[in-house]
């Protein structure tokens, strides 16, 4: 079966959902769940995403995201790669931890699918009975969703990426102590007075084809409209995508290339390292080594792009040089040193 097309454009918002292979955890322990917001901040500085709600469970994750620019596919590529690293280096693991290919419905970035889908996210914790409100529970009693790590939390609190002051302000209330009480509060009742099964599901219309637009099955999440606009998208990309040569999204070049490459000429210039020298160097030069992790860590270009631009021979040599050698920058000369600080201020 053909994979689904994955429809990306400047200012989409999507409902992510993956899960763990063969359903089991991506979150072992409580210290994994920081590890993978801490992965998700990376991934939306990177990318310049902004996410509007999450929620972690044992084998899953929720999360609504924003992409100002169309680069879904690289942030979410950098995004579970980079997890499954470091997860597995946590754990002593090896291997894949995610299932199939994570599931991203585009959806209407307003009114009341917006808002409906905001209220799924953070009523899961009560669909899965981890908060129950008969017995006086809130769902800011459950730690690992965007209420408690961020909507119930003043701004100075929240990571800089969550645009909870957008979410407050979809449902007409204030980034303020009350506003944000309410939020917590009308999301209570609500659990409190919807059964644990649908708690958060909103009712399917009749003349809705739920295998289209539905929270749980369709493939978008919007009115018939948003609809019709996102298919008039996906088209356009079907017509590029059958040339393979241009599949070279605009994600690559927005934050990942165009990015790698007004560091690359910054960092190349500190070093004292011009193409001849390159080629002379040895792949396993600190200096090369010291520009790779750099943009590596602030961009979505591949370790094939970094070996080629670099010099370095190979993907698997760049990234076997950037595990192997310690992010140090004593041995660096000076110019270098102060060009990396001051790229790690700025990011």
């Keep these: 079966m053909p994979r689904s097309l994955r429809l990306e454009y400047p200012g989409a918002f999507y409902h992510v959902m993956a899960r763990g292979n063969r359903r089991g955890a991506i979150f072992e322990e409580e210290a994994d769940r920081p590890l993978f917001l801490k992965t998700l901040g990376e991934a939306c500085g990177r990318t310049g995403w902004r996410v509007h709600g999450w929620v972690l469970m044992s084998n899953h994750y929720h999360l609504l995201i924003e992409t100002p620019e169309a680069n879904l596919v690289a942030?979410?590529?950098?995004?579970?790669?980079?997890?499954?690293?470091?997860?597995?280096?946590?754990?002593?693991?090896?291997?894949?931890?995610?299932?199939?290919?994570?599931?991203?419905?585009?959806?209407?970035?307003?009114?009341?699918?917006?808002?409906?889908?905001?209220d799924y996210l953070h009523l899961n914790p009560v669909r899965a009975r981890l908060v129950q409100p008969r017995l006086e529970e809130s769902v800011l009693d459950y730690p690992w969703s965007s209420i408690a790590g961020g909507y119930a939390l003043p701004a100075r609190l929240r990571p800089p990426w969550l645009a909870a002051e957008e979410g407050l302000g979809t449902f007409g209330l204030a980034d303020t102590v009350a506003g944000r009480q309410h939020f917590v509060e009308r999301l209570d009742r609500r659990a409190a007075q919807e059964s644990a099964e649908e708690a958060g599901v909103p009712p399917l219309e009749a003349e809705l084809d739920a295998r289209r637009s539905h929270l749980r099955r369709g493939w978008y999440w919007g009115s018939q409209a948003f609809a019709a606009r996102v298919l008039q998208l996906g088209e356009a990309t079907l017509k590029k995508a059958r040339h393979r040569s241009t599949r070279t999204s605009a994600e690559a070049r927005a934050h990942g290339e165009a990015e790698a490459e007004r560091l690359l000429r910054?960092?190349?210039?500190?070093?004292?390292?011009?193409?001849?020298?390159?080629?002379?160097?040895?792949?396993?030069?600190?200096?090369?080594?010291?520009?790779?992790?750099?943009i590596w860590q602030r961009t979505t270009v591949s370790m094939a792009w970094l070996a080629r631009h670099l010099e370095m021979k190979s993907?698997?040599?760049a990234s076997q040089q950037l595990r192997r050698q310690k992010p140090t920058i004593k041995i660096l000369p000076a110019a270098l040193r102060e060009w990396i600080i001051l790229s790690e201020n700025v990011a």
Excluded: C, I
């Design 75 to 118: 942030g979410m590529q950098w995004l579970q790669n980079a997890y499954t690293r470091r997860f597995n280096t946590r754990h002593r693991l090896w291997g894949r931890l995610f299932g199939d290919r994570y599931k991203a419905v585009p959806v209407e970035g307003a009114g009341y699918y917006y808002e409906t889908l905001l």
């Design 266 to 294: 910054g960092g190349l210039a500190a070093a004292g390292l011009s193409a001849q020298s390159l080629l002379a160097s040895k792949g396993s030069d600190p200096r090369k080594v010291a520009l790779a992790r750099v």
């Design 315 to 317: 993907a698997a040599n």
